[in-house]
């Protein structure tokens, strides 16, 4: 399947199909019981309000947001790059909400969007990228795949879907020579 799939930026969320379709593989994420800060069930409507949400930011350029698609330029998956830090952070973006619908995983989907994460961050400037995700979690092993590391674990951190504290790993990965004056 990756072989098909391209990873596209989305320089906006002014279509209405695009905030669909991401509306449905967060639904399906959570559904799935991913712990991505939404709680089971999980409405389109709440799920739209979401990506409306961030769509200011990511018109703005504070936030990069891209997709997986297929061939039929369906949106399989989905991660984002906040780029707007603090003035003594002007280096660093964080990683977030990589989301993969639960039909298209086990392709190497996961793995192309981190990398064009990965990219598009030192593109726009940073050199060090940070995340966290669910300790124990595919996620988590597909991250020390891509020589993320480690730097702690918070336990109780947040709740799954259908409730329960899960701990967190949270992640660091220097992107380039990153010197500021």
Not at 115 to 122: C, I, P, W
Request: glycine share 10%.
């Amino acid at each position: 399947m990756h072989g098909n799939i391209q990873i596209n930026r989305l320089p906006s969320l002014d279509e209405p199909a695009s905030i669909t379709a991401l509306s449905e593989i967060l639904i399906d994420c959570v559904d799935g019981g991913a712990s991505v800060s939404f709680m089971h069930p999980l409405t389109p409507s709440r799920a739209e309000d979401f990506w409306r949400g961030i769509a200011p930011g990511v018109a703005a350029g504070e936030r990069i947001l891209l997709v997986a698609q297929d061939q039929d330029a369906t949106i399989l998956g989905t991660i984002q790059v906040v780029l707007s830090q603090p003035e003594n952070q002007p280096h660093r973006a964080d990683v977030a909400k990589l989301l993969v619908h639960r039909k298209a995983r086990q392709a190497g989907l996961g793995a192309a969007l981190v990398t064009a994460a990965e990219n598009f961050a030192a593109l726009a400037g940073k050199s060090l990228l940070v995340l966290d995700t669910v300790t124990g979690s595919t996620a988590e092993r597909l991250y020390k795949r891509l020589g993320w590391q480690v730097s702690g674990i918070i336990p109780d951190y947040a709740l799954w879907p259908t409730g329960g504290l899960c701990p967190t790993t949270v992640f660091y990965k220097k992107i380039g020579s990153g010197e500021l004056a």
